[in-house]
């Protein structure tokens, strides 16, 4: 089984900072692609950004500018740094990652984290 554990949610104002991160465990073979989505209150969920084994990266266009993905992959671990924060940006956030767990006959598939909640207030 993998796991993905989101942390670095909470409160901030508008126009403020957060990093979120997310660690993924267990019997992880390899990561292709990981990524953060969020969703809000009574909307569907999006993507917000994701970034490949080899570091491309894709962007909603809401955030293009303001928010950064990077990946650690020695550590399995995605971040997102998000700055000039709005209040638009308040949602559950969640990662995904592709995996391909060890084991004979794995196969690749996609894991999510619960997520983490950002208030931003304005």
């Known amino acids: 089984q993998v796991q993905l554990v989101e942390s670095g949610g909470g409160l901030v104002q508008a126009g403020g900072s957060l990093r979120l991160s997310c660690a993924a465990s267990?019997?992880?073979?390899?990561?292709?692609?990981m990524g953060w989505y969020r969703q809000a209150p009574g909307k569907q969920r999006e993507l917000v950004s994701d970034?490949?084994?080899?570091?491309?990266?894709n962007y909603a266009d809401s955030v293009k500018g303001r928010f950064t993905i990077s990946r650690d992959n020695a550590k399995n671990t995605v971040y997102l740094q998000m700055n000039s924060l709005k209040s638009e940006d308040t949602a559950v956030y969640y990662c995904n990652a592709n995996v391909k767990t060890a084991g004979f006959g794995a196969v690749w598939r996609y894991y999510w984290g619960k997520g983490t909640l950002v208030t931003v207030s304005s």
């Open positions: 267990g019997s992880i073979f390899s990561i292709n692609a």
């Open positions: 970034i490949t084994s080899g570091g491309s990266t």
